[in-house]
């Protein structure tokens, strides 16, 4: 396995990953949720979703043939949950009600669907096709690592930026999401059309 290690597809990797999980375009969701008094565990949040990333690296393809759903339909049902979520945060309304038992934000909508996601699962399976498994791992940790120290340092960021830096970046972010969740859906709703088509 070490044999197969490359300096090139570990940068690669960890590029794509790092463009895909975009826990820097999470801070004002994470922020907003603190602000509404739910809890965020930046050591939780990092360590399930590596848990939740690396188990469907390895067991993704089987796991979604368990259930007869095609990795097309899994990336389109992730792209209208981020779609929902960007339109929180645009139109400053609240979708995602946490009416349950557990005031913690730190699984939904953190882990899942804005870390662990179906975008950062399809990139998994999707980078698994050209690189070697050793590279893609190391690019995985170092990932999880800067998601820990980002979701650690919220608070100083908002101190840094204010109230009124943190309202137009939210903003900001909430465009970016409905384009990133745009693209998902498109890319897949045609590949999902074209298998049907079959």
Excluded: C
Excluded at 66 to 84: C, K, N, P, R, Y
Excluded at 135 to 164: C, D, H, P
């Amino acid at each position: 396995m070490l044999s197969k290690f490359s300096v090139q597809e570990l940068v690669s990797a960890f590029i794509v990953l790092f463009a895909v999980i975009d826990i820097i375009g999470a801070i004002p969701i994470i922020i907003n949720l603190k602000e509404r008094g739910q809890k965020v565990d930046a050591t939780k949040a990092t360590v399930i979703s590596f848990v939740l990333l690396i188990g469907f690296f390895f067991v993704g393809d089987w796991m979604l043939k368990l259930f007869h759903v095609d990795i097309e339909s899994f990336a389109v049902a992730g792209a209208l949950v981020i779609f929902l979520m960007a339109l929180e945060m645009l139109l400053d309304i609240e979708i995602f009600k946490n009416q349950g038992p557990i005031k913690e934000a730190t699984l939904v909508p953190l882990v899942f669907p804005l870390l662990a996601g179906a975008g950062s699962f399809t990139t998994l399976l999707s980078l698994r096709a050209e690189y070697a498994s050793i590279n893609i791992i190391i690019a995985l940790i170092l990932n999880m690592i800067w998601v820990y120290v980002v979701i650690s340092m919220t608070g100083k960021v908002e101190r840094i930026l204010g109230k009124g830096g943190i309202y137009i970046i939210r903003k900001f972010f909430g465009v970016i999401l409905i384009a990133i969740a745009v693209r998902l859906f498109t890319a897949n709703i045609t590949l999902l059309i074209e298998s049907l088509q079959k």
